[in-house]
């Protein structure tokens, strides 16, 4: 698409989902892509874009090497995290505000592995896999050669291969087993929760040191289970309901009306294999009240 003078604000409103879909699967966080789309739409308003024959690739192009940035200046801050870190969830469905492209890319599971890929692994593979972008213009972005960027997204892409790889469960079966779990956990039934996990399950809680949480991995059946029921036992939530984050149901729960922590798993032969709980108040402020 060609266009002349500064973007309109309807050809703008097209084109965001893409900005800001790059942005976030490049940085696994709703406000800073927000961000880096506000910062792409304030330079597309301003600019002539009479020689740019590809708006959408310019606008993303922009998103990429915007998000580039705030990755190497963040990166003390995330080598610094306080317990393990999990993506800010984003809100997806029918009624969703924040409309992407959706595909394995948005994964909960995807995002959590981009985050071991440096910063130019992470916008090469996004670029070229998600987005098709040739490998010269992923090196203006990078600021390297062609040759560099290839290599750059074939590593990424051999550590990112196990989660293509994985068996997704059905909606149903998904919410089924949230729904069998949290019941479990209420009632205090350790055997049942023990047979709805994977022997060698792993749980994985980010409460950024803002909350309480494991701050490393717990492992097998038996010790998640007992984990689940205290925790229940400790919060006593009153409210929960499934909601749809990054094209998936997850288990929201509530204390009061305010949204305590947000569930997702991982199933596999119809059991849990990975249970991530998103505990951290900061990266589930945008989600609301219930």
Known sequence: MEATG?????DWRSHRPAVFGAAYRILGSVAEAEDVAQEVW????????????????????????????VLKSARV?????????????????????????????????????????TPAERVALVLHDVFDFPFDRIAGVLGGTPAAGRKLASRARARVAAVKERPRASRAETERLLKAFKAAADAGDMAELVELLHPEAVY??????????????????EPIALL???????????????????????????????????????????????????????????????
């Open 6 to 10: 500064p973007l309109a604000e309807a």
């Open 42 to 69: 304030l330079r597309a308003a301003a600019a002539d874009l009479s020689e740019v024959r590809d708006v959408r690739a310019w606008l993303v192009t922009l998103a990429a090497r915007a998000s580039y940035n």
């Open 77 to 117: 801050r995330r080598e610094s995290y306080v317990g393990p870190w999990l993506p800010e969830p984003l809100l997806t469905g029918p009624d969703a505000a924040a409309q992407v492209l959706m595909d394995e890319s948005v994964s909960t599971a995807m995002l959590v592995v981009m985050q071991t890929l």
């Open 204 to 221: 994985v809680a980010d409460g950024g040191g803002k909350v309480t949480a494991a701050r490393r991995p717990v492992r097998g059946a």
């Open 228 to 290: 689940a029921v205290r925790q229940i036992e400790l919060r006593r939530p009153d409210a929960f309901q499934i909601i749809e984050v990054n094209g998936q149901p997850a288990l929201a729960t509530y204390r009061g009306g305010e949204l305590v922590w947000l569930d997702t798993v991982e199933i596999a032969d119809g059991r849990i294999t990975t249970w991530r709980r998103l505990a951290n108040p900061e990266k589930f402020a945008h989600i609301g009240h219930i």
